[in-house]
């Protein structure tokens, strides 16, 4: 009888707990991902590290250091940049001749000059405020 008794408790009180969990778990919405999108995201994650490896080039270190602009600043604005702009910014790069490594700088110095100028970045501090 004592036995009957407490299995009886005991169902009732697991019968208690599963539902308090499948209460709280919450609802997934899945939805159909299209393998051109996942593509597009790995190659914006690669392109952004090709980037930040040329970084590593004694060259490029060597003019940015005559530039005045530090690694870190590049860095992170090369992590900030929207999709579009690192599409465009592969695109020409892409494009430029072997060695262009310094033509990229100077792009780069060109983007911080004028986010200067916008006041949305303070990077040198002999570009004023268009605003």
């Known amino acids: ?29 899945a939805a159909m991902i299209a393998t051109p999108e996942v593509v597009q995201a790995q190659q914006q994650q690669v392109d952004r590290q090709q980037l930040l490896a040329m970084l590593d080039d004694q060259g490029v270190q060597d003019k940015l250091v005559t530039l005045g602009v530090e690694r870190g600043q590049v860095e992170e604005r090369i992590r900030g940049l929207t ?13 430029a001749p072997a060695g262009g490594i310094i033509g990229v700088i100077v792009l780069f110095l060109v983007i911080f000059i004028i986010t200067d100028m916008l006041c949305a970045t303070d990077v040198f501090s002999f570009v004023k405020c268009i605003n």
């Open 1 to 29: 009888m004592l036995k009957r008794v407490f299995s009886r408790r005991l169902a009732a009180l697991l019968a208690a707990s599963h539902l308090l969990l499948m209460v709280q778990v919450p609802l997934v919405q």
């Open 83 to 95: 999709n579009a702009e690192l599409a465009q910014f592969n695109q020409q790069l892409s494009e």
